[in-house]
């Protein structure tokens, strides 16, 4: 057993060991090839990094990433000195604020109250990642202003005592019209990440999108499920060594994931200022970036981050260290940005004919090749407005694809997010043709503060807007919704006129499972 006096010698780049969770690790030809940079290593140099690395690494992260002789073995205890940064005053002021803003959860009655309370409660880089948004954040603002241009269009006289909103999304029953949308690193906002969204989705029956770039390992969500029938999506960027996600898929197909979302908005990271903004502030003040430690994304095993380098190139502590990232291009140095077409063959071998859906798409075009390639479903997204700025919200792609592709609607699954903070947000989207929507961060601010209880009422409060909208239209069952119940003239005049269809010839066409 290692005596951590020893681990202390290595504090430099020419030797360089960390401890985490109580055993040591030489990461001395990992420090030019990590995404976040290696002065972020260099601080916790010969030292517990132990309370940094934890949040935002699934377990085995670590261990799976550097080659076996860099697993050094565990250090006594009774010698290490754990790293904990006392907080400043300006941010233990903010940590008392936001306990006192912090009310209780029934008085929480809408989403919007636990985005408010979020960023009080949380750090300022985590603030920072979770809400930060494209360039000039237009998109992201038109994705909740743009479900305002909808009206409806109310019928009256009508028994509406009883209202069902279950449904099934593909194959999967679901006790709403909704599910959790993949959103990366929930351990920043509370110890159980995930965990909290997978209680809460299992006990209320909704399905939920596990990211690519979770912070809990996706086959420990897996087996934490309240009931057997309980479902579970996983998402895909696909790794630049593409035999890294094959190998993966298999892994979430063997341990029961439904479905795969293929996310393919994301060729590059979107230019986030707020994110960026975070990680200057974190440079000028000395302290250690949410990036830390050997994320790398999520092709290895133990589901997510590794420290992979993305072409497959051999560690060089000659090579110049590469500069510090963002959290969002950090964790993003991994993804292919070659992703085509013709990928959904060897994705839907690595599975075994698991059903996919594109989540990202942006046109009528692309949903017409969705159709031709045989996918089960799409989701139209821009990425929350994190990626390309000035992109359209999924309404307006939907508008689109009503306008010049109906058919689309009836051959395959189309589900939107971006913006949806209402029930009556949902109710609009279904009315219009969209099998569900998904949310992403209202979950994240919600668990930030209460964990699972938070999950639970941000469900809650959507199922009550939507029981409420639902009677005040004039229908009990989603199959009573239809187009003749919205008025969408006001977003009509933003939808173009000439779209150009693919042609179609030479397309191998797949036949669905579903």
């Not at 630049?240 to 898929?249: C, E, I």
């Amino acid at each position: 057993m290692l005596d951590a006096k020893e681990v202390a010698k290595h504090n430099n780049k020419e030797s360089c060991w960390v401890i985490i969770s109580g055993n040591a690790y030489d990461v001395t030809d990992f420090l030019p090839d990590h995404p976040g940079g290696a002065n972020i290593i260099l601080r916790y140099a010969g030292r517990d990094a132990t309370e940094e690395y934890d949040p935002i690494h699934p377990p085995g992260t670590i261990e799976e990433s550097l080659p076996k002789e860099k697993h050094l073995g565990p250090v006594d205890p009774e010698t290490i000195v754990a790293v904990v940064k006392p907080p400043s005053k300006a941010e233990q002021a903010l940590k008392e604020k936001a306990e006192r803003l912090r009310k209780p959860l029934s008085q929480c009655i809408n989403l919007h109250d636990f985005e408010e309370i979020a960023e009080q409660f949380l750090s300022t880089k985590a603030w920072a990642y979770y809400s930060s948004s494209a360039e000039d954040t237009f998109t992201h603002t038109l994705n909740q202003e743009s479900f305002s241009k909808i009206l409806f269009r109310p019928r009256v006289m009508r028994n509406v005592e009883h209202v069902s909103l279950s449904t099934k999304f593909l194959g999967s029953e679901t006790a709403l019209p909704f599910f959790v949308a993949p959103a990366a690193m929930a351990r920043l906002g509370h110890p159980d990440g995930e965990l909290c969204i997978t209680r809460g989705c299992g006990q209320t029956g909704l399905i939920q999108g596990v990211s690519a770039n979770a912070s809990i390992a996706f086959d420990t969500l897996a087996n934490s499920k309240i009931t057997p029938d309980q479902t579970l999506w996983y998402q895909l960027y696909v790794n630049r060594d593409v035999s890294k996600s094959k190998t993966l898929l298999k892994r979430v197909a063997a341990a029961g994931y439904k479905a795969i979302l293929l996310t393919v908005d994301t060729a590059i990271p979107g230019k986030r200022e707020a994110d960026e903004r975070a990680k200057v502030a974190v440079e000028m003040d000395g302290d250690v970036p949410l990036t830390t430690g050997f994320q790398q994304g999520p092709d290895q095993p133990q589901g997510q981050g590794a420290a992979d380098l993305p072409q497959g190139a051999p560690s060089n502590t000659s090579a110049k260290p590469k500069p510090q990232l963002s959290v969002a291009a950090a964790i993003s140095t991994y993804q292919s940005p070659n992703v085509s077409w013709a990928d959904l063959e060897w994705i839907r071998e690595s599975t075994g004919n698991l059903p996919i859906m594109l989540k990202g798409v942006q046109t009528v075009e692309d949903a017409v090749l969705a159709v031709e390639y045989g996918v089960q479903g799409i989701i139209l997204s821009n990425h929350g407005g994190r990626q390309l700025d000035y992109a359209p919200t999924g309404l307006h792609t939907l508008l689109e694809i009503r306008k010049h592709a109906p058919w689309v609607l009836e051959k395959i699954e189309v589900y939107l997010d971006g913006g949806v903070r209402r029930g009556t947000d949902i109710i609009k989207a279904l009315c219009l043709g969209a099998r569900g929507v998904a949310l992403g961060r209202p979950f994240l601010y919600a668990l930030s503060a209460w964990g699972t209880e938070g999950v639970l009422r941000a469900i809650e409060i959507l199922t009550e807007e939507m029981n409420i909208a639902m009677r005040l239209i004039g229908c009990t069952k989603l199959s009573d919704l239809g187009p003749h119940l919205v008025n969408t003239k006001m977003l009509d005049q933003a939808i173009v006129d000439d779209v150009m269809l693919p042609n179609m010839e030479g397309i191998k066409r797949w036949t669905s499972k579903l």
